[in-house]
């Protein structure tokens, strides 16, 4: 060896400010100076300098021992891969497509409130429940979505009930979600929730004015006011925290985020997730396009804003997470593996979560469930009333899926320094460009995520104390005073 | 008094027993020590017999009337301070030349089994450099052992020395330790070299499992740091593959580092190591250097004042804090950490090595602090009382 050191794997690439990022196989990352970047590869830097430690201790080069490093970096690189080992534990059962609402984008495809041949049969929810606890995953978490899955609700309980009798030898830890609008509540569903231990998923887009812009009931005006209505009663019954909303953000909504974001602190919601809309389903029709649809740039500068915004509500004493935010932040700060199906390499469809249609078909994700209803029947793993849990699980479309879904082979992904804390949406490449590979430099889907993965790495480079305690707070669920210790 | 001198008197052999300052009706098996601290106590003496057939040896005051000894070996002479330190259950070692030591002391959180002088590295500021065993080290610790009290030994550490280096011999240790002291957390102190031997590890998990602790230096974040202070080449990677054994296994494995020039100027990148490599261990503990021994030998390189490195190990231990890795500072006064890491101290310096100073009269939070090392040469420069906490 005539170099003083050995260089081990690691990606790197600029950061906007002019910084060079580099990232290891775990995920460990260190920022520096271009100058110094160049001396790293010139084999320039002394042995025992402060910056040579820098990276050595975080195994970018080595210039004693190079085996127990690579034994080191594998075992990280599994920790990271963790959320492989149990396979699928997010099952969605879409137990009717019947809705009493008629938001304007609706992913869902909603069907008219009283057609109930887009029910999920008893049978075919016995079926469901069948391949569920068939998944080796040791935890199970069944989400009930629809339309609205209250408008099914002995399917709900059916599938309950099954999956509860079936755990009592399958001894997994269960759990249970429903998805639901909250109009449609009723003091019975409630004590039969609590009873059960089930909590509540919703949406709020944001105050009166916002949520009830495209949140409009099927007989007419907006659900605002029921909603507020009925929160109140969930939470009376079920407990503050066991209902959480998602907010989705038009065109339309965008420039009014901390007006949204204000209304989640107001009703005294835990977080926020930041999330751009997804153009499937009703929210491609040409009528709303124009309240709809904005470039992901305009995207990825209100979620910039907006997330300092709430870093500022913490530090002021407002304990709200984004929870976009504290998944990436995970991801780039913590060595374990965090479970969040849209972003992982392999992709989390199908391995992660999965969706059961009211009638039985299975598609790796939501938005491979809507291509389906558009007429796309691409990503049809099978049927639960016709095919074997192996059938459906290995099925080609799943194995092609996971093939063109490693970011570490992916054509530009494969040497991006943001990899380990990115993945890949073959369902969404395929949807927007065609083609499960995608094309990267005209992918929203990259643009946005290298956007704001960039933007968090400044904000941890500039490692202000503040900032630091906020994230963490988020990362490790404490409040600020927890973080910081005061509180013991 | 960790120990203290006597007159001898008939002692042949070194005596073990434990002590009692009243002599019981019966006896439980055990030898006995009994402290005659006043003449009184020797008249009862004639008619304990049962407790007279264990009767081991006497600790006894100034001017007692030796015939009423009545052919016991005794330590004559010892000081009535000396005797009052004496507890109902300590444990002493005798030695035929007036040498008495408390092996075990009643009570106190920091008991220790001390089972060997070797070991396999030499760290800069070790305080108590390797030496060759005594032969009788071994039986001397099981006999120890054999006369604690299990319903009343909550802790017990075993050190040295590095305990590995006694191979199978630690693991039936642990395992006695285990049976005889079933409520007792026992607290292994090692450089876990050795345990990078994957069946060494498990063994010794099992023979420990659950009461088993282990408390393992790491120095650095790198070889080339840990190294140069444990003063082996190798002991690094060694280490690293020990603790991931022994995560594994599920053993709960703490850290340690000492503070000095060689280990504070990259305290940060050492706690960053550890949260991304070592995540699952259950605590750190940043410990006051102990200025004797090799510490003392390099005192020129290795010296700090605590009080001129308080804010990069507030840096550090916030790091950790954050991060849900419990970190905790040993041997440090509160007066030299700065306020928010006041609640991470421990008051961990052992009873007869701890030492405050005149300045810590009229400290306000004397009760909660550990003072420094009575042991040392060096303490810090910057001591001062603070108001009640």
Same mark, same amino acid.
Request: hydrophobic share 35%; charged share 35%; net charge negative.
């Given at each position: 060896m005539t170099e003083p050191y050995v260089l081990m794997p690691f990606r790197f690439g600029p950061l906007p400010s002019g910084r060079m990022l580099l990232v290891n196989e775990a995920g460990e990352f260190l920022i520096l100076e271009p100058r110094d970047f160049t001396r790293l590869l010139d084999y320039e830097l002394t042995p025992g300098s402060s910056l040579f430690l820098d990276l050595k201790a975080k195994h970018f080069? $080595?210039? $004693?021992?190079?085996a127990p490093v690579v034994n080191l970096l594998a075992t990280k690189y599994r920790t990271k891969k963790g959320f492989l080992k149990n396979f699928t534990g997010l099952h969605i059962v879409v137990v009717t497509l019947r809705c009493n609402q008629r938001c304007h984008y609706c992913h869902a495809s909603s069907q008219d409130m009283y057609d109930t041949r887009w029910d999920m049969s008893v049978k075919t929810a016995r079926n469901v429940v069948d391949k569920i606890m068939s998944s080796p995953c040791p935890s199970i978490k069944i989400e009930f979505q629809g339309g609205d899955a209250l408008l099914n609700f002995e399917v709900v309980k059916t599938i309950v009930r099954e999956a509860k009798r079936l755990n009592q030898k399958a001894k997994k830890d269960l759990s249970f979600v429903v998805c639901t609008n909250l109009t449609l509540l009723t003091p019975e569903i409630l004590a039969y929730l609590k009873r059960e231990g089930i909590t509540i998923s919703t949406s709020l887009d944001g105050p009166r004015e916002i949520h009830d812009r495209h949140r409009v009931l099927r007989t007419g005006g907006g659900s605002y006011d029921l909603f507020l209505k009925n929160l109140a009663l969930a939470r009376q019954v079920l407990g503050h925290d066991q209902v959480n909303p998602l907010a989705t953000l038009t065109r339309d909504s965008l420039p009014y985020l901390t007006d949204i974001i204000d209304e989640y602190v107001r009703l005294q919601f835990r977080g926020i997730f930041l999330r751009n809309i997804n153009l499937y389903g009703y929210a491609r029709s040409e009528r709303y396009q124009e309240s709809f649809r904005y470039p992901i740039s305009e995207f990825v500068k209100a979620y910039k804003k907006a997330l300092l915004y709430i870093i500022e509500l913490n530090l002021k004493g407002v304990p709200l997470t984004e929870d976009f935010a504290t998944i990436l932040l995970s991801r780039i700060l913590t060595p374990f593996s965090t479970g969040f199906m849209d972003l992982q390499s392999p992709t989390g469809a199908g391995i992660a979560g999965v969706v059961y249609d009211f009638n039985g078909d299975v598609y790796p994700c939501d938005e491979a469930r809507m291509l389906a209803k558009m007429g796309d029947r691409r990503f049809y793993m099978g049927n639960v009333n016709r095919d074997s849990y192996l059938d459906i699980f290995t099925s080609p479309v799943m194995q092609e899926i996971v093939n063109k879904s490693c970011v570490e082979i992916l054509p530009g992904c494969h040497s991006c320094p943001l990899q380990m804390y990115c993945g890949a949406d073959p369902i969404r490449n395929y949807a927007m460009q065609g083609d499960l590979v995608g094309f990267r430099p005209t992918s929203d889907f990259c643009e946005k995520h290298k956007a704001i993965l960039e933007f968090l790495l400044e904000l941890l480079a500039d490692n202000h104390p503040e900032v630091m305690d906020v994230f963490w707070a988020w990362i490790t669920n404490r409040s600020l005073a927890e973080v910081r210790g005061i509180c013991r | 008094m960790r120990e203290a001198f006597g007159r001898p008197l008939g002692l042949k052999v070194p005596v073990m027993g434990v002590v009692t300052t009243r002599l019981p009706w019966r006896s439980r098996g055990k030898p006995l020590v009994y402290v005659v601290d006043r003449p009184e106590a020797l008249k009862s003496l004639p008619f304990r017999l049962w407790s007279r057939r264990v009767l081991a040896a006497l600790l006894t005051g100034p001017e007692m009337t030796e015939t009423l000894f009545d052919g016991i070996p005794a330590v004559a002479d010892l000081s009535p301070a000396e005797l009052a330190e004496?507890?109902?259950g300590d444990v002493v070692l005798i030695h035929p030349n007036g040498r008495v030591i408390v092996a075990y002391q009643t009570g106190s959180p920091h008991n220790c089994l001390f089972v060997t002088y070797r070991c396999n590295c030499l760290c800069v500021m070790c305080p108590q450099p390797p030496a060759d065993d005594p032969e009788d080290l071994w039986e001397q610790n099981v006999r120890l052992l054999a006369l604690l009290d299990p319903q009343e030994v909550t802790c017990l550490a075993i050190t040295g020395g590095e305990p590995t280096l006694l191979g199978d011999r630690l693991v039936e240790l642990v395992r006695l330790c285990r049976q005889q002291l079933p409520k007792a957390t026992i607290t292994l102190l090692t450089n876990a070299r050795k345990l990078k031997n994957l069946e060494f590890a498990k063994a010794l998990f099992k023979a420990g499992y659950p009461n088993l602790f282990l408390e393992v230096p790491l120095f650095g974040a790198t070889d080339t740091e840990h190294d140069e202070v444990m003063g082996a080449r190798g002991s690094f990677w060694d280490t690293i593959q020990a603790l991931h054994h022994l995560a594994l296994l599920g053993q709960p494995v703490g850290l340690r580092t000492v503070l000095h020039a060689l280990t504070v100027p990259r305290l940060l990148p050492y706690a960053e190591f550890i949260y991304r490599n070592l995540p699952f261990v259950i605590q750190v503990a940043f410990m006051g250097m102990e200025t004797m021994g090799l510490a003392e030998k390099n005192l020129d390189r290795l010296w700090l004042d605590p009080y001129d490195y308080r804010e990069i190990l507030a840096e550090a231990v916030r790091y950790l804090h954050r991060r849900l890795v419990p970190p905790l500072i040993y041997n440090h006064p509160l007066c030299v950490l700065t306020p928010e890491v006041r609640p991470f101290a421990r008051n961990t310096i052992t009873t007869w090595k701890q030492l405050y100073l005149p300045i810590c009269e009229t400290c306000g939070q004397r009760g909660e602090c550990g003072g420094v090392f009575g042991t040392g040469v060096k303490v810090s420069a910057h001591l001062k009382p603070l108001p009640p906490s």
């Open positions: 080069l $080595t210039d $004693t021992q190079v | 004496l507890r109902d």
